[in-house]
């Protein structure tokens, strides 16, 4: 599986991002996915998942109430919608399945929230 995100950017306290994860491959449906952050000098964590088929989802509480994931497994790719964005979640941002797995991490992509 080779998963490409894309979609951060910079934007102000308050704003909201929408960030896509396309994956290619025939077994991603079959696989729980996740976002993960990692902010400089801090170590890469799991913000949010989703199950294979959607139908079930789990947050950080830093995020929780703020984030949302969602996948379209016609499309092969996962979402994360960010709202009420603050400085705190200014990193880069990265998508793997859950459990992770060292091969597939990709670039990720910078977001950064001014104040």
């Known amino acids: 599986v080779q998963l490409v995100e894309s979609g951060g950017g910079l934007v102000q306290a308050g704003g909201s991002l929408r960030l896509s994860c396309a994956a290619s491959g025939s077994t991603f449906s079959i696989n729980a996915m996740g976002w993960f952050r990692q902010a400089p000098g801090k170590q890469r964590i799991l913000v949010a998942a989703i199950t294979s088929g959607g139908g079930s989802t789990n947050y950080a509480d830093s995020v929780k109430g703020r984030f949302t994931i969602s996948r379209d497994n016609a499309k092969n790719t996962m979402y994360l919608q960010m709202n009420s964005l603050q400085p705190e979640d200014t990193a880069v941002y990265y998508c793997?399945?859950?459990?992770?797995?060292?091969?597939?991490w990709g670039q990720g992509t910078q977001v950064t929230v001014s104040s």
């Open positions: 793997n399945t859950v459990p992770w797995h060292y091969d597939y």
